[in-house]
């Protein structure tokens, strides 16, 4: 079944604050209902965020009704939650306009009670928690929820004695968004430099990833928010999550973000000023310099690989997603020279590469394929195709050098040149198959999706290379 996604999730891949974030960018207003009863009790409403493959949203909502109680008949039609994001606020007298705004009421999906909690789960293909601009970047909306009770409920003792029936309440919501995967981050500001957050691994942990978001999540107007590289997509919580953690056998992660875009990393000195924070991380947390592992993605593509070209000691493995080569002289940058991408090669570092097979925002010839060729130049390449155990993922097909050096992982792209994956935004368990531009191939990167011909996957290849 192919699922049609909200052009709100389209065009705002998704974001909210971090716990501790002091940034003047969003305001958090309370709210209640405007016609509320005096006489009736008041409930707080918390909002949950997950980081989703198009970015974060708000995916669940608790109502705690008090300790001592049990809700009961709590359904999906019990309560109606209406939701706006506004970035009207920020953007005004600037010139640009917002994608994602949106004056929604959430679609309800699950209504589950948890003793004294009702937990209320919401379609993930809308709800984002960034607005797209018109500045070609995201930016974290101010949300506001309001929740109206259409029926009543039953307030019971946890042994089932009924205490009110017919119960109805008033709710309260201060709109801050909780997610557990983001909060793992720490807010970094660099005087000067350049903004990151950092994952703290842990102590003894001798590995880093750094990674390199795309243009969408640079910093807009000199906000200096420092939170959308690692919320548009999963390009930063997926380096902590568990299963990468567990692969990786424990590695801090460092996700830069660009003052405004990656493709001014020579004319700005970004190249130096990422390579001395990177030291200082490698310092600070005792990291091994044998054991940094660098991966980027579009525009993010682009300044990992001329970081490789600048500051090739820093690392010893890269994954690149469609490096935005072709369109950098465009947008204030420099298209690497072929004597350049033939320093990456001489630089000796593993290079994992990962494109659509068609790329209609960087072509995939002039981008990855043309790195490719260039490291495997004189040497001859092997090559599979992968068929997904999940029909509604792209297949893709893998080259590679014999000794597994370099690689390269092209997903096929449909007629509408769009890319295939399995997701469930209804959260009912099935997955469906939604679609997306065939630019977001970062996404199986970031799903450990991509196989060499022996099939190690992605994730796991980079691993055995720090490992060593």
């Known amino acids: ?33 405007a ?78 009670t948890d003793g004294q909690r009702v937990i209320v789960y919401f379609d993930m293909s809308e709800g984002a928690t960034l607005a797209y601009t018109s500045g070609a970047r995201n930016y974290p909306a101010t949300l506001t929820y309001t929740i109206t009770q259409n029926k009543p409920i039953t307030l019971t003792a946890p042994d089932g004695t009924v205490l009110k029936e017919n119960y109805m309440a008033n709710y309260s919501c201060n ?6 995967e983001t909060a793992k981050f720490e807010s970094v500001i660099v005087k000067d430099g350049i903004n990151y957050q950092f994952y703290n691994a842990g102590a003894d942990v001798d590995k880093l990833v750094v990674w390199f978001h795309g243009n969408g999540e640079g910093d807009l107007l000199g906000s200096g928010n420092n939170v959308a590289q690692i919320l548009a997509n999963r390009g930063g919580v997926a ?11 424990r590695a801090h992660v460092m996700a830069f973000q660009a003052p405004d875009t990656w493709y001014y990393a020579q004319r700005d000195n970004l190249l130096d000023k990422a390579a001395a924070e990177i030291k200082e991380v490698v310092e600070k947390y005792h990291v091994n310099p044998d054991k940094v592992l660098v991966s980027g ?40 020279t072929d004597e350049e991408l033939t320093a990456i090669k001489n630089s000796n570092i593993p290079i994992w590469l990962v494109q659509g097979a ?20 004189g040497v001859p ?31 096929d792209t449909t007629e509408d040149n769009k890319l295939r994956f399995a997701e469930d935004y209804d959260q009912d368990g099935i997955m469906t198959e939604v679609q997306y531009s065939n630019h977001w191939s970062w996404i199986y990167s970031l799903k450990n999706d991509p196989r060499a011909i022996d099939g190690t996957h992605i994730i796991n290849w980079a691993a055995e290379l720090l490992n060593q």
Not at 80 to 92: C, G, I, K, Q
Request: glycine share 8%.
């Open 1 to 33: 079944m192919k699922k049609a996604l909200s052009t709100v999730l389209i065009c705002a891949t998704a974001m909210s604050l971090l716990a501790g974030y002091g940034g003047p960018l969003v305001a958090f207003a309370s709210n209640t209902q």
């Open 35 to 112: 016609e509320a009863e005096t006489n009736l009790d008041t409930y707080n409403c918390r909002l949950y965020g997950t980081v989703t493959d198009a970015g974060q949203v708000v995916s669940h909502m608790v109502i705690d009704f008090g300790d001592g109680k049990k809700v009961v008949n709590a359904a999906n039609d019990t309560f109606t939650v209406h939701a706006t994001a506004s970035t009207r606020a920020f953007l005004e007298g600037t010139g640009l306009d917002s994608y994602g705004d949106y004056d929604i009421n959430r679609r309800i999906v699950k209504t589950e």
């Open 175 to 180: 709109n801050q968004v909780e997610d557990e």
């Open 239 to 249: 380096w902590a999550s568990e299963e990468f953690q567990n692969i990786l056998g």
């Open 297 to 336: 993605c579009s525009a993010g593509g682009y300044m990992t690989s001329r970081m490789l070209i600048a500051h090739p000691e820093l690392f010893k493995v890269a994954i690149i997603n469609c490096p935005a080569y072709d369109v950098a002289s465009d947008r204030g940058g420099e298209t690497p």
């Open 358 to 377: 068609t790329d209609s925002s960087v072509a995939t010839d002039k981008c990855s394929k043309r790195l490719f060729n260039i490291l495997t130049q």
């Open 381 to 411: 390449v092997i090559q599979t195709t992968v068929r997904q155990d999940l029909w509604q993922n792209s297949d893709f097909t893998t080259s590679e050098t014999a000794d597994g050096k370099y690689k390269l992982s092209l997903y």
